[in-house]
């Protein structure tokens, strides 16, 4: 079911620090401003990092630093690095799992073709950067 991970959360966090910056933030720095675990905040942004949506560098002047391709990723691609799904009601998973209730289950045809496919369009079409 589509529901915000700590890890996405953490990762918007992490992206709203860095926003308008031009050097780069050291994570001790991210930390401080935003009094998240240091081992889960450097993890979050190493995939960061290797999803080229930001930037880093090691040593004293060091730190992340936004990637120019930011502008370009939409929500959805955002999304798509820490959520496993993207469906709104647990049966619309990709597995073949079955539903108990699917014989009396009226509305899963219509959240289907409808409410999830309106929602994945709009997450395709809005930028990240938008959120800020």
């Known amino acids: 079911m589509l529901t915000l991970s700590k890890k996405s959360d953490y ?8 926003i308008g910056k031009k050097d780069f933030v050291p994570l001790s720095e991210l930390i401080e401003n935003t009094d998240l675990p240091r081992r ?12 080229k949506l930001l930037i880093s560098r090691e040593g004293r002047v060091g730190g992340y630093v936004l990637s120019p391709n930011i502008d370009s990723i939409s929500l959805y691609d955002f999304l798509c690095i ?18 108990k209730y699917e014989k009396i289950c009226t509305h899963q ?5 409808k409410l999830n496919d ?5 997450l395709k079409k809005t930028k990240l950067v938008e959120l800020f």
């Open 11 to 18: 990762a918007l966090i992490i992206i709203s620090q860095l």
């Open 40 to 51: 889960f905040l450097a993890r979050i942004a190493a995939t960061l990092v290797s999803n």
């Open 82 to 99: 820490f959520e496993t799904n993207m469906d709104f009601l647990k049966c619309l998973k990709s597995t073949k799992a079955k539903c």
């Open 109 to 113: 045809v219509g959240v289907r073709t």
């Open 118 to 122: 309106v929602v994945l369009q709009q």
